[in-house]
């Protein structure tokens, strides 16, 4: 296993076949396990970078995450690109790693080719966010299913990983704190937004608020994929592999 150093912790990352660097980055609660069935899909293309982020996964538990936490994510990102000694790295965030994806690319441009950010809400988090993730995270923890995933992601210590993510999101949620490192409208990489009509994890609107986003970036391309949940590039593996794929190439 492999493993870099942020903040005198360690960060566990792989790296799986062969072509151009693209890093996947896993969504909040779980790890870049969460990518395993689809990496079929992608490891003949590319060399594709696993990441988990701290206080995740194979990674080093924190007692609590600060209120820049996508932020920080973006900076562990451009780390881990330093540490592998590439000059651009494309990234593919979905959810929670959609954000840390921006903030990459708002934070150290020019280590970052293209960015791809999957079902995530945007530029704010959506009104009923607290609410909605109180009562995923309090039903997900006595379904079997969920918890036997969060310690498929984590191990035996899950909840040292998950109470951790959904305190601070609720932080998060409550002091409206900013969610980019700068100003989205200053992103100057290629950008690619996707989602799935029916994810219920979104807020409603995500459509129009993708659609301001690429207008105050002034470029960018939109793909709404009609079926599947949260996150589309799960939900609609072969179909966003091939698009996600032609954009990245």
């Known amino acids: 296993m492999s493993y870099f150093k942020y903040k005198n912790k360690n960060v566990y990352y792989c790296e799986i076949g062969n072509g151009k660097p693209v890093m996947f980055l896993h969504g909040n609660a779980v790890s870049s396990k969460m990518f395993k069935p689809i990496l079929s899909l992608y490891k003949n293309n590319f060399k594709v970078i696993l990441i988990d982020f701290l206080g995740c996964g194979k990674s080093d538990r924190v007692e609590k995450f600060d209120t820049d936490l996508w932020i920080d994510?973006?900076?562990?990102?451009?780390?881990?690109?330093?540490?592998?000694?590439?000059?651009?790295?494309?990234?593919?965030?979905?959810?929670?790693?959609?954000?840390?994806?921006?903030?990459?690319?708002?934070y150290c441009p020019k280590l970052i080719n293209k960015v791809v950010a999957d079902s995530f809400d945007g530029r704010k988090l959506g009104d009923t966010f607290k609410e909605d993730l109180i009562e995923e995270r309090r039903s997900?923890?006595?379904?079997?299913?969920?918890?036997?995933?969060?310690?498929?992601c984590h191990g035996k210590d899950w909840e040292n990983a998950v109470d951790p993510d959904t305190e601070v999101l609720i932080k998060m949620s409550e002091e409206d704190v900013p969610l980019f490192y700068r100003p989205i409208k200053e992103l100057s990489v290629p950008l690619l937004l996707t989602a799935s009509i029916g994810d219920e994890m979104i807020k409603n609107d995500f459509i129009s608020e993708y659609e301001e986003i690429v207008g105050e970036i002034g470029a960018g391309d939109i793909h709404i994929f009609k079926k599947g949940k949260h996150p589309a590039v799960i939900s609609n593996a072969k179909e966003a592999s091939k698009i996600i794929t032609d954009f990245l190439k």
């Open 73 to 106: 994510q973006g900076k562990q990102v451009t780390k881990l690109i330093k540490h592998l000694g590439y000059d651009k790295v494309s990234l593919m965030g979905t959810s929670g790693g959609a954000w840390a994806a921006i903030n990459a690319a708002l």
């Open 140 to 152: 997900a923890k006595k379904r079997i299913f969920t918890k036997c995933f969060y310690k498929w």
